[in-house]
């Protein structure tokens, strides 16, 4: 059965501090591995990953995916408390189809 | 603002009854994406459409549908309904349909059925 599982489920840090978030699936037909930012709104995307081994980045945020272990890093440096959201991470396979996880939840204190 | 719209904001309903929740894409997008949210299940993808035509299926139960209309806004259709339908509906947009296009989301309809 394909699924995405994220972790951990939630998480609390002081501003400053950097987070690494996990996300691990097992889908057939992998496409690529997508991550979005949800705070008390809609998702906004951050980041597509299609190729093992190549880090995206954006400002303190920075995303890689394996392919060979099937999981994706979301890495957060410095944060801030703007950064308190839920990040979800999706994985889209063939036929444009979407499997996400539950997301992990992070709050940022001052 | 993502420029995508839906209405209503919020609705509440009894089981059994049909409901249908609008969609207006962003001003040239062509792809429309039906997402369910709801607390144990998480994000689940419904359906997409691409300039009118249904391009991929994901989680839908066969009590809902959807269409997209030639003005490119889409409609979900939401029958019979359940407890367990309540939840956060969220729609979607793209650019295009076939290759994956970085998608923007509605604020979403928050549907309760009592």
């Known amino acids: 059965e394909d699924k995405v599982v994220q972790s951990p489920l939630s998480l609390v840090v002081h501003e400053g501090d950097t987070v690494t978030l996990n996300c691990s699936y097992e889908v057939t037909n992998f496409r690529s591995l997508l991550w979005y930012k949800q705070e008390k709104k809609a998702p906004t995307f951050l980041f597509m990953l299609?190729?093992?081994?190549i880090e995206k980045k954006s400002g303190r945020l920075s995303s890689i995916l394996d392919k060979k272990e099937l999981f994706s890093i979301l890495n957060i440096t410095a944060t801030q408390t703007g950064d308190s959201a839920i990040y979800l991470c999706a994985v889209l396979f063939t036929g444009n189809q979407f499997y996400f996880g539950t997301g992990t939840s992070l709050t940022v204190i001052p | 603002d993502s420029g995508v719209t839906q209405t209503p904001k919020h609705l509440i309903t009894a089981t059994g009854q049909r409901v249908t929740l609008r969609c207006s894409p962003r001003?040239?997008?062509?792809?429309v994406y039906w997402y369910q949210q709801s607390l144990d299940q998480g994000l689940q993808f419904l359906i997409q459409?691409?300039?009118?035509?249904?391009?991929a299926k994901g989680n839908i139960l066969e009590r809902f549908s959807a269409q997209q209309f030639p003005d490119l806004h889409s409609e979900l259709n939401l029958s019979s309904l359940e407890l367990g339908d309540s939840a956060l509906y969220f729609c979607?947009?793209?650019?295009?349909?076939?290759?994956?296009?970085?998608?923007?989301f509605g604020p979403g309809t928050r549907l309760t059925v009592t």
């Open positions: 299609t190729s093992s081994g």
């Open positions: 459409y691409y300039n009118g035509e249904e391009r």
């Open positions: 979607a947009s793209s650019v295009g349909g076939t290759e994956y296009y970085e998608q923007y």
């Open positions: 001003s040239g997008d062509l792809s």
